[in-house]
């Protein structure tokens, strides 16, 4: 049950919103043409992510495409009472508000190839201060205008492009100005030598690991841990024979970056180290 729902809008739409709900409760926000910003002040939510449940608790905050992504909350612990923020960034706005050139968070990433359309942000210290403003401004409606709201906008943007999430969100901003859909076997196959986990290639797909893995084997006959590291090991053995690039580059460039766990995978695979591979081969 909502108990309260205050909301500031800028030219004319919803852009940052502060929702106290009770619960249990089970929240499906209506179908949006923009990228939200969810921080809980207050108490904690699931998030429903294909078949999972993902916690966000306390000062943890979650980053989404409203196109794409799911759009369901919850929390069923009978009678918490949750707080949440939302900050939403309209693709129309963010053009006008950037009258210029957009920032960089807001420019398509180079050779990331995603469907990936929910980040989960942990505790940060200066978006909780920027929240915290933010409630001094619900606090104190008469001194919220058009250049304030613009301004609260623009920090929030900044504030993300310095997190650790940086990179994941400037995908998902990206895909509000270049909507863009890839192919289950066309993410594989872009990230497949890159330095990404596999539950880190299932989020990409917008999948939770164990759908990921299921449809991994639909496509490939083979479970993606096995598949990956023997196309990891087939590349390096071919840029072994090649080139001249130093052992250590042609591991981190087949994904892997560590040196002795590529060493061993390599010599369980060939029967003997990268260099006595090279060696035999070029002798």
């Given amino acids: 049950m909502i ?3 205050k909301k500031y809008e800028l030219f004319g739409k919803s852009i940052i919103q ?24 207050q108490g904690e939510m699931q998030y429903h992510r294909d078949e999972d449940l993902v916690n ?11 196109i794409q992504a799911s759009k369901t909350i919850s ?17 129309d706005i963010l053009k006008r508000i950037y009258d210029r050139e957009l ?18 942000l942990n505790n940060n210290f200066l978006i909780e201060k920027y929240i915290e403003g ?15 709201l613009v301004l609260k906008l623009k920090e929030i943007i900044l504030l993300l492009a310095q997190t650790a999430n940086a990179r994941a969100i400037q995908t998902i901003f990206t895909q509000l100005f270049s909507p863009a859909t890839y192919t289950f076997k066309q993410i594989i196959e ?7 986990s596999i539950d880190e290639l299932a989020q990409l797909n917008n999948l939770s690991l164990s759908s990921f893995k299921r449809e991994f084997t639909k496509h490939y006959n083979d479970t993606p841990a096995n598949y990956i590291k023997t196309k990891r090991l087939e590349k390096a053995a071919e ?12 591991a981190f460039n087949c994904g892997y970056n560590d040196l002795a766990n590529f060493t061993k995978s390599f010599r369980d695979r060939y029967k003997c180290t990268p260099s006595d591979f090279r060696a035999r081969r070029q002798g």
């Fill in 239 to 250: 840029l072994l024979l090649i080139s001249n690039e130093r052992i250590k580059n042609i």
């Fill in 56 to 66: 966000i608790p306390h000062k943890h905050a979650l980053f989404l495409n409203c």
């Fill in 190 to 196: 872009a990230n497949l030598f890159s330095q990404l």
């Fill in 18 to 41: 502060n929702i106290r709900i009770k619960t249990p409760f089970t929240f499906d926000f209506p179908i949006t043409d923009n990228a939200c910003f969810l921080y809980m002040l």
């Fill in 134 to 148: 933010l409630l001094f401004y619900f606090r104190h409606p008469a001194l919220v205008n058009e250049d304030i």
């Fill in 3 to 5: 108990i309260d729902h």
């Fill in 103 to 120: 920032p960089v968070i807001l420019h398509a990433p180079d050779r990331m190839v995603s469907n990936k359309s929910v980040e989960i």
């Fill in 75 to 91: 929390n069923l612990n009978e009678g918490d009472v949750n707080e949440i923020m939302i900050v939403n960034f309209h693709p």
